[in-house]
């Protein structure tokens, strides 16, 4: 089997963004959070991260339900990872208990752990991943370019997307100190898979 050239691979990769995302005629709306470990220093960037998906895709579900009537109930897809059962914990902690900016009220279901080679929807939020890392950790912008525009927004506020690095630091009433796991790499990207927009 011949090998894809990096310039076919990266046409491969443009044409599935825009057929997959831009080219939705309901629409699709992206979810993203990137941290900067530097930016977070002695906080955990998985739990900023899931803390903000898992609020930002909330209220986005309660602006459907308020604004469309559209009653609907969320569900959150992640790769299977070794933060599965810490994810786990989070979403029932953040429905129960809630989080820094309150409680969950919109999910069907915790969160789902798929493997990526059985579902397009997580191949789809890799791509999506993929473009925000190459973005931000290599300034490559060609994959980003196509996406920018469908983060959750509306009135002018971009809602899907939450960047923390040195010119934006996570804001200081996110305690997240007595966490134990360790900071992972530079830039994190945790998408979640599309959502319909009615």
């Known amino acids: 089997m011949a090998k894809t050239s990096l310039a076919a691979r990266e046409e491969l990769i443009k044409e599935a963004l825009n057929v997959s995302i831009v080219q939705q005629v309901r629409g699709v ?25 898992a609020r930002r895709f909330d209220l986005f579900l309660q602006r459907c339900h308020t604004k469309h009537q559209d009653p609907q109930r969320g569900i959150m897809l992640f790769d299977e990872s070794s933060t599965e059962q810490r994810l786990q914990t989070l979403s029932r902690e953040f429905k129960h208990n809630g989080h820094a900016f309150g409680k969950t009220h919109n999910y ?91």
């Open 108 to 198: 069907a279901e915790v969160p789902v752990f798929l493997d990526s080679r059985a579902t397009r929807l997580i191949q789809l939020a890799d791509l999506v991943a993929y473009s925000i890392f190459r973005h931000f950790e290599h300034g490559d912008s060609q994959f980003w370019d196509i996406i920018k525009g469908r983060f959750d927004e509306e009135g002018g506020v971009r809602h899907g997307f939450v960047l923390y690095d040195a010119a934006h630091p996570a804001p200081p009433h996110i305690n997240l100190s007595n966490l134990d796991t360790p900071p992972s790499a530079i830039a994190h990207a945790f998408t979640t898979a599309r959502t319909l927009v009615p």
């Open 29 to 53: 709306r992206l979810f993203a959070c990137v941290v900067e470990k530097a930016a977070v220093a002695g906080k955990d960037p998985v739990h900023i991260c899931f803390e903000q998906l």
